[in-house]
């Protein structure tokens, strides 16, 4: 399943929910990418239990969905996400465990 995946609210959002939420309902959804409609966010939910189906695990229910294999089918990296967490801390560009 082919689609575009919408641009995520920051690197510290990204990094936040995928150590914090083992599963994401809508409104982590749409926190991740903010301005998304509700049928994005059904078309995100569908790839990711896609995905998940493939890796063989099952889904906790149809609101949500896990979010390791909801960042892998989206295509973010969390490896390369924690680098740029990092770094953006390390520079001062905002500080770990507060808000940007």
Not at 32 to 38: A, D, E, V, Y
Not at 50 to 64: D, S, V
């Amino acid at each position: 399943m082919s689609m575009n995946i919408p641009q995520i609210a920051s690197v510290e959002t990204a990094v936040r929910l995928y150590y914090t939420k083992i599963t994401l309902c809508n409104d982590d959804i749409v926190e991740l990418f903010p301005g998304i409609g509700s049928a994005t966010v059904q078309r995100l939910k569908v790839r990711a239990r896609e995905h998940a189906a493939e890796q063989g695990k099952t889904q906790p229910n149809n609101r949500l969905v896990l979010t390791d294999s909801a960042y892998e089918a989206w295509g973010l990296d969390i490896k390369d996400l924690e680098r740029r967490y990092n770094k953006a801390a390390t520079l001062g560009i905002f500080q770990r465990g507060q808000p940007s």
